[in-house]
């Protein structure tokens, strides 16, 4: 049984996730696509964390969040190998997005 800590940890965290992602809607509305992109980003990331609050766990760093999650809910097969993918083809998808603002904001000048 859990106790009531952890599950109140992982409440807050999730609701920090939805605050990201309702504010990575509204950036995307006034087309700050990668304003939108990093707040998708920190969603996905604060949603996983809120699963490993579950289970006395925090990770600060993304990779050490990524591997453990790989290890304990994938390899495991408590999740499918899909979610992963899913997952770490947004966190790439983010990288990328940068990368093009980048070369495109120095193109301008």
Known sequence: ??????????KYRL???????KAANTLLEIEDFKGAANRSYY?????MRAIFALDGLDFKKHSG???EFRKRYV???LL???CLTLLMSFF???LI??????ISFRMMK
């Open 1 to 10: 049984m859990l106790d009531n800590n952890k599950i109140s940890l992982a």
């Open 97 to 102: 997005v940068i990368m093009m603002i980048f």
């Open 15 to 21: 609701e920090h996730a939805s605050q990201c992602l």
């Open 92 to 94: 790439r998808f983010e």
């Open 65 to 67: 969040l990524i591997s």
């Open 43 to 47: 969603a996905i990331f604060h949603a």
């Open 75 to 77: 390899k495991s097969g």
């Open 80 to 82: 499918s190998e899909n």
